[in-house]
């Protein structure tokens, strides 16, 4: 999972430098973006009914064998010079496809090697790890390795999920996958286990709310990084290599708040931490906004950085701990389809935005949005959290 990540972080970071090298069109360029995160809305739900059907561990080891298959196809392509912006959505969206698969299983076996009460520890590790190697070391090597050779981070990508297809190909579940359907997966079944994992989400309440504020917070941010990359070129005027360091700027404020979550969710309980971080991200995002220094740029981002992390490990354990683990996959599916799915529309709304009122536009409007979900927050939040019981209790 931290091998693999290590590859995501430099090819996230290498496609988006490669978009704004052969366009400083922002609609263009955040397309690059809307085509990673696409395959959340089309392609999770469908991914949670597998991961009821499969064995989770065989299946994390195939996942990167595929994306070491497109990989390939694409560097090939490079070579041959065949290589537009067209052809980088499509690498985005086939890659990010096969990674919805892969992220729904990470989570999904969680449990087999965690107890409940060492889930939010569990939780922060590993997003931890996998968010050092994303974002921290992957989002500037990604930048350093296309200034070097603009096919040597897809390469180096394509070898980090050989290493981890080898590394989960040796591990054996420690829990036992749980129970699977025998029923044939028919296109009807597959829409009727579908359409019962969105139920089961829109029936808990606490599962119901956090999902929609994710889905907020998920469009607000991809919607500024969409075009992160022209506003780091021509608002704040600092280079390629600057631009992945800024991205480093952000991947260490995730990594403070994938440290400091199992502490802050044991002192002042999930809904206040919560919260705490919906009322930080909105402010960072207007200081983003108006000013033209890197440096405070980059400090106000890596506060959003802290409260994305903080989210994650909260929700993620939430999640784990109060879906039956049996309908893991496709409860998980339905929450990441409506919370990870309105990230495309992010970018593409961040695009146009910018296209249409300048590159700091989309920070002002991160910010009202984010600022008007605390709002409906502090109004409807008493007893939404108060207990991980309660929780269960109302997913009927």
Same mark, same amino acid.
């Given at each position: 999972?931290?091998?693999?990540?290590?590859?995501?972080?430099?090819?996230?970071? $290498?496609?988006?430098?490669?978009?704004?090298?052969? *366009?400083?069109?922002?609609?263009?360029?955040?397309?690059?973006?809307?085509?990673?995160?696409?395959?959340?809305?089309?392609?999770?739900?469908?991914?949670?009914?597998?991961?009821?059907?499969?064995?989770?561990?065989?299946?994390?080891?195939?996942?990167?064998?595929?994306?070491?298959?497109?990989?390939?196809?694409?560097?090939?392509?490079?070579?041959?010079? &065949?290589?537009?912006?067209?052809?980088?959505?499509?690498?985005?969206?086939?890659?990010?496809?096969? &990674?919805?698969?892969?992220?729904?299983?990470? &989570?999904?076996?969680?449990?087999?090697?965690?107890?409940?009460?060492?889930?939010?520890?569990?939780?922060?590790?590993?997003?931890?790890?996998?968010?050092?190697?994303?974002?921290?070391?992957?989002?500037?090597?990604?930048? +350093?390795?296309?200034?070097?050779?603009?096919?040597?981070?897809?390469?180096?990508?394509?070898?980090?999920?050989?290493?981890?297809?080898?590394?989960?190909?040796?591990?054996?579940?420690?829990?036992?996958?749980?129970?699977?359907?025998?029923?044939?997966?028919?296109?009807?079944?597959?829409?009727?286990?579908?359409? /019962?994992?969105?139920?089961?989400?829109?029936?808990?309440?606490?599962?119901?709310?956090?999902? !929609?504020?994710?889905?907020?917070?998920?469009?607000?941010?991809?919607?500024?990084?969409?075009?992160?990359?022209?506003?780091?070129?021509?608002? !704040?005027?600092?280079?390629? *290599?600057?631009?992945?360091?800024?991205?480093? /700027?952000?991947?260490?404020?995730?990594?403070?708040?994938?440290?400091?979550?199992?502490?802050?969710?044991?002192?002042?309980?999930?809904?206040?931490?919560?919260?705490?971080?919906?009322?930080?991200?909105?402010?960072?995002?207007?200081?983003?906004?108006? *000013? *033209?220094?890197?440096?405070?740029? +980059?400090? $106000?981002? +890596?506060?959003?950085?802290?409260?994305?992390?903080?989210?994650?490990?909260?929700?993620?354990?939430?999640?784990?701990?109060?879906?039956?683990?049996?309908?893991?996959?496709?409860?998980?599916?339905?929450?990441? /389809?409506?919370?990870?799915?309105?990230?495309?529309?992010?970018?593409?709304?961040?695009?146009?935005?910018?296209?249409?009122?300048?590159?700091?536009?989309?920070?002002?409007?991160? $910010?009202?949005?984010?600022?008007?979900?605390?709002?409906?927050?502090?109004?409807?939040?008493?007893?939404?959290?108060?207990?991980?019981?309660?929780?269960?209790?109302?997913?009927?």
């Amino acid at each position: 999972m931290v091998v693999s990540g290590l590859g995501d972080g430099i090819r996230t970071t $290498a496609l988006a430098v490669f978009a704004a090298a052969l *366009t400083r069109d922002p609609v263009q360029v955040a397309m690059v973006t809307l085509a990673g995160k696409l395959p959340w809305a089309c392609v999770g739900p469908f991914a949670g009914v597998l991961v009821d059907r499969v064995d989770r561990w065989r299946a994390l080891w195939i996942c990167d064998v595929v994306r070491v298959a497109v990989l390939v196809v694409f560097v090939a392509l490079m070579l041959a010079g &065949q290589v537009g912006v067209v052809v980088l959505a499509i690498a985005a969206f086939s890659l990010s496809s096969v &990674q919805t698969m892969s992220n729904n299983l990470s &989570q999904a076996v969680v449990p087999d090697v965690a107890d409940k009460e060492t889930l939010d520890t569990a939780n922060s590790r590993i997003l931890g790890g996998q968010f050092v190697t994303v974002e921290f070391v992957g989002a500037p090597l990604g930048t +350093a390795l296309f200034v070097l050779s603009e096919p040597t981070p897809f390469v180096v990508d394509a070898l980090s999920f050989v290493v981890s297809a080898v590394l989960v190909f040796s591990l054996r579940t420690v829990g036992g996958d749980p129970a699977r359907s025998c029923v044939p997966l028919t296109p009807a079944v597959l829409w009727s286990e579908m359409v /019962f994992g969105v139920r089961w989400l829109w029936r808990h309440q606490t599962l119901r709310t956090l999902c !929609l504020l994710g889905g907020v917070l998920n469009f607000a941010v991809v919607g500024v990084l969409g075009i992160a990359v022209l506003y780091a070129l021509e608002v !704040l005027r600092i280079s390629q *290599t600057g631009y992945g360091l800024l991205l480093a /700027f952000i991947a260490v404020g995730g990594l403070v708040g994938l440290l400091v979550a199992p502490g802050l969710v044991a002192a002042v309980g999930r809904g206040r931490a919560l919260k705490a971080v919906l009322l930080m991200c909105p402010v960072a995002f207007l200081v983003g906004g108006v *000013t *033209t220094d890197a440096v405070v740029a +980059a400090t $106000a981002l +890596a506060f959003v950085g802290v409260g994305i992390s903080v989210f994650n490990v909260v929700t993620a354990t939430i999640r784990q701990t109060v879906i039956p683990a049996a309908l893991f996959g496709r409860v998980n599916g339905a929450y990441r /389809f409506v919370g990870n799915g309105l990230s495309p529309l992010g970018a593409l709304a961040g695009g146009l935005v910018a296209d249409g009122f300048g590159l700091r536009a989309p920070f002002f409007v991160g $910010a009202f949005l984010l600022l008007t979900a605390v709002f409906v927050v502090s109004f409807g939040w008493p007893g939404l959290l108060s207990s991980v019981r309660e929780a269960r209790r109302d997913g009927g």
